[in-house]
């Protein structure tokens, strides 16, 4: 396989029938679907500037034009969506999850945009631009933070993007509200077996809504909870149970972001807008589950 083609046959196969084809009608000539996506994978994975891309793939501004299109159209989420369906359709989805979130340093050629500091970020639409763009100020500098959720083979779900500053417990019912894997009868399954993660989701009003949900929670307590419960005495409730066992599991997530970050252009961002850069996260979840799927007899 050559090093600007990363996509074999099989997992190419599950791909195209969801992306934009030749309609027949007259005007420029229609680029090679295959040839662009490839384009789009070899400029992340090598974090090169879109002009710098090689000439083999065509004009870089084809190139960025799909991507960008894609993204605001929400063709890679359909293309998820498909995949995660089947995957579920075929027994592949291990529906005990794990929750955690990364950082991404944001390049200065992301930041020379306007930003409306102190914007909260879309957790609604995430079709639309956030005012903020997704990035924000830390002690770090600017930078920018993706939260996933993940099945327990570690591919993942749900993606979203926030400002670099913010929390990872107010993203968890967002990302949980956006959890929906297709079925071909019945409703689109919501509902998780199991979720993981660290003490940065240890909150009430996490527990109440996995407990309310009959969701398992494997979730440890910080000593700081444990502190303030233990002094309130019986009015602080039952201690918090863990499965520690179970917990060990949670590390998927972590391998999830090792290979997220191997792209260079994911594990720094380059792009101005969070619509894009997220597009890019969801396309190297798309291979991930493209290779499990073709891995099936």
């Known amino acids: 396989m050559s090093r600007f083609q990363v996509l074999s046959d099989a997992q190419w196969s599950f791909i ?5 084809a030749r309609t027949g009608r007259r005007g420029r000539p229609f680029s090679d679907a295959r040839s662009m996506v490839e384009a789009i994978v070899y400029r992340y994975r090598t974090g090169i500037a879109w002009r710098d891309l090689p000439e083999v793939f065509g004009p870089w ?21 498909r995949l995660t369906a089947a995957a579920d359709a075929a027994g592949l989805v291990d529906w005990s999850l794990s929750v955690d979130s990364t950082i991404a340093r944001a390049h200065q050629h992301a930041t020379n945009t ?37 099945d327990g083979n570690g591919l993942p779900l749900v993606t979203m993007i926030t400002p670099g500053q913010a ?25 998780p077996d199991a ?21 398992k929670t494997v979730i440890p307590e910080p000593n700081d909870q444990k502190g303030h419960r233990k002094r309130r005495g019986s009015r602080g409730g039952r201690p918090v149970a863990l499965d520690t066992a179970d917990y060990r599991n949670r590390n998927v997530i972590e391998r999830r972001f090792s290979h997220l970050k191997q792209w260079r ?12 850069y997220r597009a890019a996260v969801i396309l190297h979840g798309i291979i991930a589950w493209t290779r499990q799927l073709s891995d099936t007899p």
Do not use: C
Request: hydrophobic share 30%; proline share 6%.
């Open 16 to 20: 195209e029938p969801m992306l934009p």
């Open 61 to 81: 501004q084809t190139v960025w034009t799909w991507h960008r299109r894609m993204a605001v159209e929400g063709t890679w989420e359909k293309v998820h969506a």
């Open 114 to 150: 306007t930003r409306l500091t102190g914007a909260g970020s879309n957790y609604t639409n995430l079709r639309e631009e956030p005012p903020d763009h997704g990035i924000g100020r830390s002690r770090g500098g600017l930078s920018t933070k993706v939260h996933q959720l993940v």
């Open 167 to 191: 929390g990872d417990s107010p993203m968890f019912l967002p990302l949980m509200s956006h959890l929906r894997v297709g079925r071909e009868i019945g409703r689109p399954r919501t509902r």
């Open 195 to 215: 979720v993981r993660g660290d003490k940065a989701y240890s909150s009430r009003a996490i527990r109440s809504h996995l407990r309310d949900r009959g969701i």
């Open 265 to 276: 252009g994911l594990a720094t961002r380059y792009d101005k807008h969070a619509t894009t």
